[in-house]
């Protein structure tokens, strides 16, 4: 009998839990394993109070509910750990005890659940001996090799959701709505939901934007007799660079930072380009919680049997992933190698455009 070790890390994401389900329901039915669920992500294996049993009965009804029941940081990387020495908060390579209790745990799998970060740190522990399996996770959907991480969907159908609200409201007072998403440094979440939402502004890290553009998209708009747009700016659009780029970008940087983010630094400037009310809406963690939809939680479910199937197949160093309709799975190297952006000369970008939605450029 196999004993399988499972943690989830990261941010959390729609989807965790149908997952750990999945993992923890193939491993006892299917093979009669045991399932080690290890709480907090990696920080859970320097502690081994953090790691006990699960069983058929610690998954049951967790299927419908958002986040994860082993709970997760983003803090905690074995390999950097933050630990105080003299008042001072010093990083140290902590990864030889984390093996060390995978032994002392009798864990034959380690199945990581998680996005870039996560991927990157199980790389890693099997690089020490540690036979890992990954599971890609992130509502942003930028996770390379998958074509799809669940949690993504859930995330564009809140966005989407705010999107059709603001309309009404934008309409009505004749307003420019800007919807602030996720999106650090991919823009997948902004531009779905902008197409999905009718946006008639999307903007996306991949394409930086101009400022001008917006506004005589918005003006343009009013004189054809429709006086309200809606913007979708993705956390991580920036705009573009004039001649002085370097001198450019730092002031644009303290400037977003200072009035509180990209979606109000886009509020500021159409304010003071065009004479319209703007209202800035920052979706912020209400994209990573509620129930997945019926798309994530099937995702879900069979990333976690695949798991299963990879440890019994002895696939380790290697992540379940979507490849069109196929769950199939790649080596977790090739995954985390970069992140997959928005091609700004792709389908979808096109798509947006010759919608009549303006991209800010
Ligand atoms: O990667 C997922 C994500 O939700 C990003 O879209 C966002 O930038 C980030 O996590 C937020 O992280 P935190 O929850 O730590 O603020």
């Known amino acids: 009998t ?18 750990i389900r999945g993992v923890v329901k193939s491993a006892i039915i299917g093979h009669g394993w045991r399932v080690i669920g290890i709480e907090d992500g ?34 905690g990387n074995p390999f950097s750990y933050p630990v105080e020495q003299d008042g001072v908060i010093v990083h140290a390579d902590r990864s030889d005890t984390v093996v060390a209790n995978i032994k002392t745990l009798g864990i034959d799998a380690l ?10 740190i199980a790389l890693e522990l099997g690089k020490k001996g540690v036979p890992v399996v990954g599971v890609p996770k992130t509502i942003d959907n930028d996770l390379r090799e998958t074509d799809f991480t669940f949690g993504y969907n859930t995330a564009l159908e809140t966005a989407t959701d705010a999107l059709d609200k603001l ?81 450019h970008e730092a002031d644009e940087r303290q400037a977003i930072e200072r009035l509180g983010g990209i979606g109000q630094f886009v509020a500021k400037r159409i304010e003071q380009c065009l004479d319209m009310d703007v209202r800035v809406t920052v979706l912020g963690h209400l994209q990573r919680g509620g129930s997945p939809t019926t798309f994530d939680r099937a995702l879900g479910s069979r990333f976690g049997t695949k798991a299963v199937q990879m440890v019994a197949a002895g696939e380790f160093g290697r992540m379940a992933c979507l490849k069109g309709r196929a769950i199939t799975s790649v080596p977790i190297e090739d995954a985390v190698r970069d992140l997959k952006l928005v091609d700004p000369t792709g389908e979808i970008v096109q798509t947006a455009e010759e919608l009549g939605m303006m991209l800010g450029r």
């Not at 199945?111 to 990157?120: A, H, I, N, Q, Y």
């Open 2 to 19: 196999q004993t399988i070790g499972i943690l989830t890390g990261g941010g959390d994401c729609p989807g965790l839990n149908a997952v």
């Open 42 to 75: 990696f920080d859970g294996l320097l502690n081994l109070d953090k790691c006990t049993p699960l069983t058929l009965e610690s998954v049951r009804g967790i299927l419908p509910r958002g986040g994860t029941i082993l709970g997760t940081t983003n803090r």
């Open 111 to 120: 199945v990581t659940v998680g996005g870039e970060g996560s991927l990157k």
């Open 167 to 247: 309309h009404t409201t934008a309409e009505s007072h004749h307003r420019v709505m800007i919807l602030e998403v996720m999106g650090r440094y991919a823009g997948w979440i902004a531009l779905e939901s902008g197409i999905a939402g009718g946006a008639d502004v999307i903007l996306i890290p991949e394409i930086p934007f101009h400022i001008d553009r917006i506004c005589s998209a918005v003006s343009s708009r009013s004189a054809r007799g429709s006086h309200f747009s809606i913007v979708v700016v993705a956390e991580g659009a920036f705009p573009a660079g004039g001649s002085r780029v370097v001198a």
